[in-house]
């Protein structure tokens, strides 16, 4: 399993290089920031990946899912209007 910091840096470079560029769907992510990893363990309480929230001034507009190998499984951009965007980043990853 990477560490958090390699967590960040995957996520990152997601931002950077990701869907935003030319998916309309995650329009939010542009000028966005890398937030604090949050390790997420499976049914049995073992480590199982990494989500790491996408902020810009301090609200959670996505997320993106790094798998122990360190590479992206899922890119997550929260729609606007929903009441998930209201939510803390602490609280979004729970």
């Known amino acids: 399993m990477i560490d958090a910091d390699e967590a960040r840096r995957s996520a990152v470079r997601e ?11 995650f329009s939010a992510w542009r000028g ?3 937030g604090e990893p949050q390790l997420v ?16 001034q301090g609200t959670t ?9 360190g590479r992206a499984a899922a890119m997550i951009a929260y729609r606007a209007g929903s009441n998930v965007l209201e939510l803390t980043p602490a609280r979004v990853l729970e």
């Open 15 to 25: 931002v950077r290089n990701g869907p935003q560029i030319d998916d309309e769907q």
């Open 32 to 34: 966005a920031n890398v």
């Open 41 to 56: 363990h499976d049914e049995l309480g073992q480590p199982a990946y990494w989500l790491v929230p996408i902020e810009i």
């Open 61 to 69: 507009v996505g997320a993106v899912r790094i798998l122990d190998t």
